[in-house]
């Protein structure tokens, strides 16, 4: 019969390395202890040869604290799965793993399972989109003690979450309709993604309050792509719109993100028109794919590496782990002492081709 192969422990692991137990465990546990690269070099160098794994549920109960963190984010595509691999690496960075669940399209058994999962790894904190989750899920999770980090999270009870890491689409939505105004549009058009609730509603505040500091009278309308069961059915309405108006120049249009733009972009061109020239178009975002077209893409880029930082060094603050709280930007700092436990990070316009730069 064959004999079960014994499991590899860290006195093997202290015996290969030539160092303490220890100094092994410091090492494993990412403890912000004083070693030298080489000492960490050959426990880590030890425990890939020896095969050594872990016992993760032991060590947490051990010492009530796993490095652990959760995620929940929407979907993975597009920002959201940008953003997640931001996250598990600025994680990383902080000693901390980062396991990321989608919500898979809000279904509430789905979100369960995630929940009871997080809940049996014992992790040491949650991070969440605003759309991820229900409130009503998050209200069970923190009443288990489980610390929780938002981000682009709206309107929701501040008693919930330590903070809110949000991007300030308010304000860059009201920056990209001044842009459009300025090269020549005065018919200017939102292309909305209702399904997405309160993150099209920021861009929606946005859109409607640039257009109230314009001069002059203008031609507007906000069409939901969500709604359309296609875009050039999108296209056609915003054409009906415009053509009963008589009002020259380009029309100005600012999708709700990069997709949902170049997607509208590449209809326009199939039917003739020029980009620039009869429309100017702005996406949000800053997808590689708004690049990739021609023309390029107007957007507004996203600080992924900042928001995944802040989001970050707030968890840390939740936790207790004063460690590192001097790396959080006095500006920033600056805003969360003012504003709460919001954090709004502004975003950037990228002047590209669709609009004439």
């Known amino acids: 019969m064959m004999r079960k192969k014994r499991q590899v422990t860290i006195v093997d692991l202290a015996a290969?390395?030539?160092v303490s137990i220890a100094t092994v465990s410091n090492v494993l546990n990412r403890r912000n202890v004083p070693m030298s690269q080489e000492t960490i070099r050959k426990v880590e160098q030890a425990a890939e040869?020896?095969?050594?794994?872990r016992n993760v549920m032991a060590a947490n109960l051990s010492r009530q604290k796993s490095y652990e963190l959760g995620m929940l984010v929407p979907s993975f595509g597009g920002y959201h799965g940008r953003f997640a691999e931001e996250m598990q690496r600025t994680a990383h960075t902080y000693g901390y793993h980062?396991?990321?669940?989608?919500?898979a399209g809000f279904d509430p058994e789905i979100e369960k399972r995630h929940l009871d999962v997080l809940l049996q790894r014992r992790v040491d904190g949650l991070i969440s989109h605003g759309l991820a989750m229900s409130q009503e899920a998050t209200r069970h999770l923190v009443g288990e003690g489980t610390p929780l980090v938002l981000f682009n999270a709206w309107g929701w009870p501040t008693d919930f979450a330590e903070g809110a890491v949000n991007l300030d689409f308010v304000v860059g939505c009201e920056e990209a309709v001044r842009?459009?105004?300025e090269r020549g549009c005065r018919r200017i058009m939102y292309l909305g993604n209702s399904a997405l609730y309160a993150t099209d509603q920021q861009r929606r505040i946005g859109f409607n309050n640039g257009l109230s500091k314009l001069e002059e009278p203008l031609l507007t309308g906000i069409f939901d792509t969500h709604l359309y069961p296609s875009m050039e059915q999108t296209v056609d309405d915003v054409e009906a719109l415009v053509s009963e108006s008589?009002?020259?120049g380009p029309v100005g249009v600012l999708g709700f993100d990069d997709f949902i733009t170049m997607s509208f972009m590449s209809a326009l061109l199939r039917r003739g028109r020029k980009v620039p020239g009869d429309y100017c178009?702005?996406?949000i975002n800053n997808d590689p794919v708004s690049l990739l077209g021609h023309p390029t893409l107007s957007t507004l880029d996203i600080p992924y590496t900042l928001q995944a930082e802040l989001t970050m060094l707030l968890m840390l603050k939740a936790l207790g782990d004063t460690t590192h709280l001097n790396r959080f930007p006095a500006e920033y700092e600056a805003k969360l002492a003012r504003d709460g436990y919001e954090v709004q990070i502004p975003l950037k316009l990228i002047a590209r081709a669709s609009t004439g730069t």
């Open 49 to 53: 040869e020896l095969g050594y794994r």
């Open 281 to 283: 178009v702005i996406g």
């Open 98 to 103: 980062l396991s990321v669940f989608s919500a």
């Open 246 to 248: 008589h009002v020259g």
């Open 179 to 181: 842009c459009l105004y």
């Open 16 to 18: 290969a390395a030539g």
